[in-house]
């Protein structure tokens, strides 16, 4: 009779490491995204600074005739404002190239994984949650208005990439992917209350000619149609369409954006999407969000103004949501998440480092502003009071996050040159490829001519110590006149001998003192 086979323990799954090192595809993606990002950042620091210094000098007259300077075709309902024509048709170049980012996310990217995108969703969740909480609370505590709960509960990813940019601190690969994941997950629910909240009276007629071109927009895509002369004409009409039924007409951009295929297919070095947004990216960042910027933070800063932020529960809701509630909401959701499921910190970060990035997460701009100037639609007063607080709050946040990030800034640095060696100089990062017999032969190759060459040193050096004519360049066992190439600094090819091999081998076993950590 056989022997009962011993019975095996039931597997259990190990734990997900939250802040791990993205795949190689993923870092290219993240790192390619946040470059133009950081240049889009920098481009709206400087609008918003012009806007400021336009607005509060003597020619302020200028800046607010500029911006109210309607413009565009009355008949089709789009005789607009500058500053009007910038929320609503510039931010919808914006808010298409956040869909094609939230659309790649869920098919190709972080939240393609329920349970990898359970901790920045529900750290986005928390984060938006937890402002819009504080907002509520000071504002009945004041006897304020409850219109502005929404305005601290977005971040603004350019903006304070920029913050990053100025500050010089280069944060490792996994810290910004979770930046910017928690930056669309964020702009995804802005998106949502957007069209829920801030929708007018609906004219249908519009409204269903708007779904209608969205519907032709898809059936073109699907069946392969290619030319911006077809896709440019027909986006323009779906957004006036949009525009006048009554919803946000930056939804129009969201819709067309999360209809573009993300994947790729067989010889396709790029999707459809991401070749999109590669193109119109620089358009938003560079462009769009700046252009909004300087027509809607022109506020004046005077002294009573700032004064009138920290009294007034509206505009003190919405400087505490954005400092205090975003970094207590993001970081509290995270670490109560990662606890329940089980997820482990990756060994090289702290959670100090998460924190740092929740306070980061505090600087609202530009979805700010525009939540802002639909809350308190016909109180100029008012809208311009938290514009002010907008600017004030993400003031105060990008402080704590630069003094925060700037107490790790070494560790930051030395994190982000281990993921970018490449000592084989193959343009992979060496840290992809440990698993990769090749690298390692490559690497081999690559050391054994080191050695060759210090062994070379190492003798001329001896000859020189012994006879000080020597010339300590030239290998003293090589006459110069018989091998030319063999003067200072160069030596024989020749291959080691039995003694070196004895003394690598010797070298390669011998204890090391150092932590056994490569040099």
Avoid at 57 to 69: A, I, L, M, W
Wanted: charged fraction near 20%; charge should be negative.
């Amino acid at each position: 009779m056989a022997a009962p086979k011993p019975s095996t323990p039931p597997t259990q799954s190990a734990p997900r490491t939250f802040l791990a090192r993205l795949p190689f595809p993923e870092r290219t993606y993240v790192v390619n995204a946040l470059r133009t990002e950081t240049v889009g950042g920098v481009l709206l620091l400087l609008a918003a600074i012009a806007a400021l210094v336009w607005a509060n000098t003597p020619v302020s007259g200028s800046y607010e005739s500029v911006r109210d300077f309607h413009i565009g075709p009355a008949a089709l309902g789009l005789d607009l404002s500058v500053q009007h024509w910038a929320a609503d048709g510039l931010l919808a170049v914006f808010f298409f190239v956040a869909g094609i980012e939230l659309k790649r996310e869920l098919v190709a990217g972080e939240l393609r994984d329920p349970k990898a995108a359970a901790l920045p969703v529900i750290a986005a969740l928390c984060g938006m949650i937890a402002p819009a909480l504080v907002y509520a609370l000071v504002n009945l505590a004041g006897d304020g208005s409850l219109a502005g709960w929404a305005v601290p509960t977005a971040t603004d990813i350019a903006f304070a990439l920029a913050v990053l940019a100025v500050i010089g601190t280069s944060l490792p690969s996994a810290l910004r992917a979770f930046l910017l994941t928690l930056a669309v997950v964020d702009d995804l629910f802005a998106i949502l209350i957007i069209a829920v909240f801030f929708t007018g009276d609906l004219n249908f007629a519009a409204l269903g000619g708007a779904v209608a071109g969205l519907a032709v927009f898809w059936v073109l895509l699907r069946t392969g149609v290619r030319g911006w002369y077809v896709y440019v004409p027909l986006a323009l009409v779906v957004w006036g369409l949009m525009y006048n039924s009554g919803v946000h007409a930056t939804i129009a951009g969201v819709a067309m954006g999360l209809m573009l295929r993300c994947t790729r297919r067989e010889g396709e070095e790029h999707s459809p999407g991401e070749h999109i947004e590669h193109l119109v990216r620089p358009l938003s960042a560079g462009l769009a969000v700046p252009l909004f910027a300087l027509f809607s933070a022109g506020v004046s800063v005077s002294g009573g103004a700032l004064a009138d932020v920290f009294t007034s529960p509206e505009t003190l809701g919405v400087v505490l949501g954005l400092v205090v509630g975003k970094a207590v909401g993001i970081f509290g959701g995270t670490w109560l998440a990662a606890r329940f499921t089980r997820a482990s910190l990756n060994e090289d970060l702290t959670w100090a480092d998460l924190f740092a990035v929740a306070t980061l997460a505090g600087i609202g701009f530009t979805v700010s502003l525009l939540i802002g100037e639909l809350a308190f639609t016909g109180d100029a007063a008012l809208t311009d009071e938290i514009k002010a607080a907008v600017l004030m709050g993400s003031l105060i946040a990008a402080v704590l996050a630069a003094i925060l990030l700037k107490l790790r800034v070494r560790r930051y640095r030395a994190l982000l040159a281990e993921e970018e060696r490449d000592d084989d100089m193959d343009g992979i990062p060496d840290v992809y490829e440990e698993h990769d017999p090749a690298y390692h032969l490559r690497m081999a190759e690559i050391h054994e001519k080191k050695a060759a060459e210090h062994r070379r040193l190492a003798r001329a050096a001896a000859a020189a110590a012994a006879d000080p004519g020597v010339d300590p360049g030239v290998d003293p066992g090589v006459d110069p006149a018989a091998d030319p190439g063999a003067g200072p600094g160069v030596g024989p090819k020749v291959a080691p001998s039995a003694a070196d091999e004895a003394e690598d081998t010797e070298v390669a076993g011998a204890a090391r003192t150092d932590g056994d950590r490569p040099a």
